[in-house]
């Protein structure tokens, strides 16, 4: 379970960002892949090389595995859980075959844009291969976008492959990526502002106050909710320039479909609860990789710049921030006298 969302600033800067909710844990890190780096394909006889440097959450599992990313090209990539509804087939002749939890490797490490995923994507044949971790076939949809702000989403379903056109800016789980769309006729009602007074007869009824124009905005976290919620929030929230404010926009959206642990149990007699592991947040304009885990309260910010970029070899970034943290608050203590306890340094902030 996930949730991702686009967002642009007044200035035109192009961000794709996501939650991660699951039960098992993933332990994904941000993780540099240089270009010319080889890719061995759970699909025996399968394999291929990055053409382009790229950076995302991934892990080593007898080989990178990542869910979400962007590269040195602008172009971004997630991964979301697409249970009942994903179907995969065989291997074929002719076509790049792949596991479905290797398609954000291949697509980070050789499209360039949108359009040219759409072209690409056509020679890739995504198999129904059991992941050795969770025994089972990933079933799996992907929202790609780049910096343009163009985006689609890619779904395998038994009525073959699909890349719908996504204006809306948000996806989320099953079902199918047009029902949602068909959904949000349901919530035309939604506005920022609050609803005027009716009357009932000659009787005049004022409404509650600010806030009643989102009377009826779901509130819990199955797919169809979180979609919802997610696509008013940020169809309506205040406009903003800038890396750093654009970021902040977007944690604040990202804060609406957050998932605590504890509160979505997925599993009654394991007490197995989904939760948000970590959220992604790829500038795509600037080229950077923000992640921030369940455990830490500031972003691990890495850039694809020139120093990163000239690598041969992969690099993985320690997600811990504790020392960023402890630094930050150092130099805010300076601005006040020793016997200052932090809670007044939070007062003083607010």
Excluded at 206 to 212: K, L, Q, S
Excluded at 241 to 249: I, L
Aim: net charge negative; hydrophobic share 35%; aromatic share 12%.
């Amino acid at each position: 379970m996930c949730t991702a969302i686009t967002f642009s600033t007044d200035d035109d800067l192009k961000f794709l960002a996501r939650t991660m909710d699951f039960s098992f844990e993933l332990n994904a890190k941000p993780v540099f892949i240089p270009k010319s780096f080889t890719f061995n394909s759970h699909i025996e006889g399968s394999s291929f090389k990055s053409t382009y440097g790229f950076i995302g959450a991934g892990r080593d599992v007898n080989g990178y595995i990542f869910a979400d990313g962007l590269n040195s090209q602008g172009f971004g990539i997630a991964t979301l859980y697409f249970e009942g509804n994903a179907h995969y087939g065989r291997r074929k002749k002719g076509f790049l075959n792949l596991a479905s939890e290797e398609l954000v490797s291949w697509a980070l490490g050789s499209v360039k844009s949108v359009s040219d995923f759409e072209e690409k994507i056509k020679q890739i044949n995504i198999v129904a291969k059991k992941n050795s971790i969770i025994e089972s076939v990933v079933p799996l949809h992907w929202i790609v976008s780049d910096n343009t702000g163009v985006t689609k989403c890619l779904e395998i379903t038994e009525s073959g492959v699909h890349l719908y056109d996504n204006q809306v800016g948000v996806m989320t789980n099953s079902p199918e990526f047009p029902w949602h769309l068909t959904n949000l006729s349901h919530y035309n009602n939604l506005q920022p502002t609050e609803y005027l007074p009716k009357k009932y007869g000659s009787f005049k009824r004022e409404p509650d106050g600010p806030g009643t124009g989102l009377s009826g905005l779901p509130g819990d976290y199955t797919a169809t909710s979180r979609f919802i919620r997610a696509a008013v929030l940020r169809e309506y929230i205040s406009n903003t320039t800038g890396e750093y404010q654009g970021v902040n926009e977007i944690q604040h959206l990202l804060n609406s479909v957050d998932i605590p642990k504890g509160v979505k149990i997925t599993n009654n007699k394991t007490n197995t609860a989904d939760y948000t592991q970590y959220r992604g947040i790829m500038d795509l304009s600037n080229k950077v990789y923000y992640m921030l885990s369940y455990d830490n309260v500031i972003p691990k910010r890495v850039s694809l710049d020139s120093d990163l970029l000239s690598k041969t070899e992969p690099v993985e970034f320690d997600i811990e921030n504790d020392e960023q943290i402890s630094k930050l608050f150092n130099q805010l203590s300076t601005k006040f006298n020793t016997n200052t306890n932090l809670s007044k340094v939070i007062s003083a902030l607010q």
